[in-house]
C-alpha cells in the first residue's frame, strides 16, 4: 500500500523577533478610499487580473521574510517564485508583483489557484456551522469556525499549494513543497500538520 502524501498549514511565524509587519495591500496612488485593494479575492482560486501595482507599507519596519502575509495574504520573496518554478508548480500559484515599502528586491503576492473540497470534519477538533440563528442565509450550512483542522488526503490528488473549501483563510501545503522550503532555509514560514 502507498503510504499517503501529508499536509500542512503554512503560516506567518509572528514571533520572530525585529521581523517586519507589513501592512494592507493597497493600490500604489494618492492614499484615496478607492485605493484600498480586496484582499479577499486572493482566497478564491482562480488567477487574477490586477491592473494598477500593489504597494504594502510595514508598521513596525524590520527584517524581511521570505515568506510572510499581509492582512492574511501571502508575500514572498523571488527566492521561492524561483522555488515553485524548479518545482513545476507554478500552475498551482499566480505571483502578482508587489511593491514594498524600503525594499528594493521585487516581492510578490502568492495566490493559490486551487480550492478542493477537503476538510474532514469529523477528525477536526471542532466544526462550527453557519445557523439560521446566525442571521447570515448566504452563509447558512458553511464553515463558521473549524478548529484543528484536518484533511481527508484522498480528497486532494496531486496538489501541492491550494485552499480547502469552505475554509479558504488557510493556505494548505503537500509535505514536499514543505520539506523543500525547509531545506532551502525560506524565512518566515512555519507548517502545523492538518
Request: proline share 5%.
Amino acid at each position: 500500500m502507498t503510504e499517503l502524501m501529508k499536509y500542512y498549514e503554512i503560516y506567518d511565524d509572528v514571533y520572530i523577533p525585529g521581523r517586519w509587519h507589513l501592512r494592507m495591500p493597497i493600490y500604489n496612488q494618492g492614499g484615496g478610499e478607492d485605493d484600498f485593494f480586496d484582499i479577499w479575492q486572493f482566497k478564491e482560486g482562480r488567477v487574477l487580473d490586477i491592473e494598477r501595482p500593489i504597494r504594502l507599507s510595514m508598521k513596525p519596519a524590520g527584517i524581511a521574510l521570505e515568506f510572510s502575509h499581509a492582512m492574511g495574504t501571502p508575500v514572498v520573496h523571488r527566492r521561492v517564485v524561483s522555488l515553485f518554478e524548479r518545482l513545476g508548480l507554478q500552475k498551482e500559484v499566480q505571483f502578482i508583483p508587489v511593491e514594498v515599502e524600503w525594499q528594493a528586491e521585487p516581492w510578490f503576492i502568492l495566490n493559490a489557484l486551487q480550492v478542493i473540497r477537503c476538510i474532514d470534519d469529523a477528525r477536526c477538533d471542532e466544526v462550527f456551522y453557519w445557523q439560521p440563528e446566525d442571521g447570515r442565509p448566504e452563509k447558512l450550512g458553511g464553515y463558521k469556525n473549524v478548529r484543528g483542522l484536518k484533511v481527508d488526503v484522498e480528497k486532494i490528488g496531486d496538489a501541492h499549494i491550494f485552499r480547502p473549501w469552505g475554509w479558504k483563510v488557510v493556505l494548505i501545503v503537500s509535505e514536499r513543497l514543505k520539506q523543500v522550503m525547509e531545506s532551502e532555509g525560506i524565512t518566515g514560514a512555519k507548517f502545523i500538520e492538518v
